[in-house]
């Protein structure tokens, strides 16, 4: 008996260990297809988790710029860069302007400092090379032997470079730079002397960029017409399409921009000035033209301690909420205004306080 035991032990076929199954709805699926089914789902909950944060993100910087003309330029500034807050003029009109921008998530903010008032250029009022052979006054034996004349290409003429780029607002200052600051500062403008030609050139990148918007909507589908009446939507359709192929063959100068703002009224686009001026106007500073002349007071307190907040600073410490944290904490912190010693003066001790 134990013999025949022994053999039937042995010959018993080995069972194979049994894997969990899912029970309900998948329980009809293989095994390694429900594990694809797992993989699959699992991912889409982290892009959706990830879309999320991402949205969350973004929502938080934008709201960081999301203001309209409000705060004072030097006391931006003062906070952003302290070397060139210092040198500030209040008759140069100067405004900020701040933006989102960079190549990596999340964004990086950008400040470019404007200006309302004209900028004299000396150089721009006769850019020519005098060193250039065609500059030269022709001798008798080339005016009338009629010897070929050196052209000028203009290629060694002057070319404005501002050197006023969006510049990247960081506690850090990168080695190797910053890649949106170098290309903005190093941009060359073709400044023209005249007054005319200056003002038709504004007016043609005017032309050009609404042309571009309105080619950006049409692509996108949004260019809708405003009317129910079938025949005018198919004409509105068709002069839209007829503009488009005329920009695509001929280009933007073979439009005028009387045609671009007639089609845009005939369409459900947005305005596109009232666009620009809220573009212009969203994450700016106030013109530095509009602070009080009577900034320069005597401190009403100890000239040993620091004066207290004027009404317009304590406004702009509870709305700085708008602007970057580094700002704003900076700002909170500093509740005292900054004391200059003065050479001339009523005060014995010669201290004046400057309320910003």
């Known amino acids: 008996m ?6 039937y032990a042995e010959s018993a076929p080995k069972s194979s260990p049994v894997k969990d199954i899912p029970s309900g709805e998948n329980s009809t699926l293989d095994p390694p297809e429900y594990e694809i089914q797992r993989d699959k789902a699992i991912r889409v909950i982290q892009r959706s988790w990830k879309r999320h944060v991402d949205i969350q993100v973004f929502k938080y910087y934008r709201e960081l710029i999301n203001f309209h003309n409000q705060g ?13 807050a210092d040198i500030l003029d209040p008759g140069a009109g100067v405004f900020i302007r701040f933006r989102l921008g960079g190549i990596t998530f999340p964004p990086n903010i950008y400040y470019k400092i404007f200006t309302h008032r004209p900028v004299v250029d000396l150089c721009a009022s006769s850019p020519k090379d005098y060193t250039h052979e065609a500059q030269r006054q022709l001798v008798p034996r080339q005016r009338h032997n009629h010897h070929p004349v050196v052209h000028d290409d203009r290629s060694s003429w002057y070319k404005r470079v501002e050197n006023n780029g969006w510049r990247v607002l960081a506690g850090k200052i990168s080695h190797f730079g910053d890649t949106i600051t170098q290309d903005t500062s190093a941009k060359k403008f073709e400044y ?8 038709q050139d504004v007016e043609k990148r005017k032309k ?3 042309i571009e918007w309105f080619k950006k909507m049409y692509e996108e589908g949004i260019l809708r017409a405003r009317t129910g009446h079938k025949e005018t939507a198919l004409l509105v359709e068709k002069s839209t399409y007829g503009m ?3 920009v695509k063959q001929l280009g933007a100068d073979h439009i005028a921009e009387w045609e671009v703002d007639e089609l845009l009224e005939w369409t459900n686009a947005l305005n596109f000035d009232e666009y620009i001026n809220g573009w212009k106007t969203i994450g700016s500073s106030q013109s530095s033209e509009y602070v009080k002349d009577e900034r320069l007071l005597l401190s009403r307190h100890n000239p ?13 410490v509870t709305n700085s909420s708008g602007l970057h944290p580094q700002i704003s ?5 500093d509740h005292s205004s900054d004391c200059v010693r003065m050479p001339y003066g009523n005060s014995s001790s010669g201290r004046y306080c400057i309320n910003n």
């Open 244 to 246: 488009m192929c005329v």
């Open 329 to 333: 904490n900076i700002i909170k912190s």
């Open 2 to 7: 134990r013999k025949k035991k022994f053999k």
């Open 208 to 210: 050009l960029r609404k």
């Open 72 to 84: 004072l330029p030097h006391i931006l500034l003062k906070h952003v860069n302290p070397r060139e």
């Open 192 to 199: 023209k002397h005249t007054k005319l030609l200056r003002w």
């Open 304 to 316: 040993c301690e620091a004066s207290q907040l004027t009404q317009e600073d304590s406004q702009f």
